[in-house]
């Protein structure tokens, strides 16, 4: 879906309890500010396969909020005006694996409230921060490349017990990985 043309805003929101599946899509111009169902593409459910879709130039990529046991994999998630992929709202059990995360005004992957999740092997470059987590906790970060940020590589707010494995950083405006109140 392009809505580049569109003469309105719009937005799509996948509600709790649904079956969910989108493949080799692009979705561009959803979304048009911060309050929730105006993100783009906002997913309140269990996500059984999300892989191999373009999603560029959204207020939001994608946004999970309260989802569990999702997969997000090989996909492209770029030049989108807030965060590249945003978990929030106690969302927890999701993976976040292969995809290309880049060109994102504010975050390549971003946590709030959430907990347990896996996010590996991707590519997370020219966002102004690669990772930012605001009372993520458990999460596992593994070989993934984060370069370019304007900002940090990663940043975490009141997060406990995350775990960096073998990830790559290079290149960021302020430094590597930044801990405000965490451990």
């Known amino acids: 879906t392009n809505g580049e043309n569109a003469s309105f805003n719009y937005f799509f ?10 493949n080799d899509s692009y979705l561009s111009y959803a979304g048009w500010a911060t309050a929730t169902n105006q993100t783009g593409l906002h997913i309140l459910t269990t ?34 005006l807030n965060d590249g992929i945003s978990i929030a709202g106690g969302g927890s059990n999701n993976t976040i694996s292969d995809n290309q995360l880049y060109s994102n005004n504010n975050v390549g992957v ?6 347990n999740n896996s996010i590996k092997n991707n590519n997370i470059s020219s966002n102004a921060y690669g990772i930012s987590s605001n009372n993520g906790n458990y999460n596992r970060f593994t070989n993934n490349t984060i370069q370019g940020s304007s900002t ?30 965490s451990s």
């Open 13 to 22: 929101t996948v509600q709790p309890n649904s079956n969910f599946t989108m």
């Open 110 to 115: 971003g946590f709030s409230f959430s907990s």
């Open 47 to 80: 996500v059984s396969d999300f892989s191999g879709n373009n999603i560029t130039n959204n207020f939001a990529g994608v946004t999970l909020d309260s989802s569990q046991n999702s997969v997000i994999k090989n996909n492209r998630i770029y030049s989108n």
């Open 152 to 181: 940090r590589a990663a940043q975490l707010d009141t997060s406990h017990n995350n775990t960096f494995i073998n990830n790559s950083i290079s290149g960021s405006g302020l430094g590597g990985v930044r801990l405000i109140g």
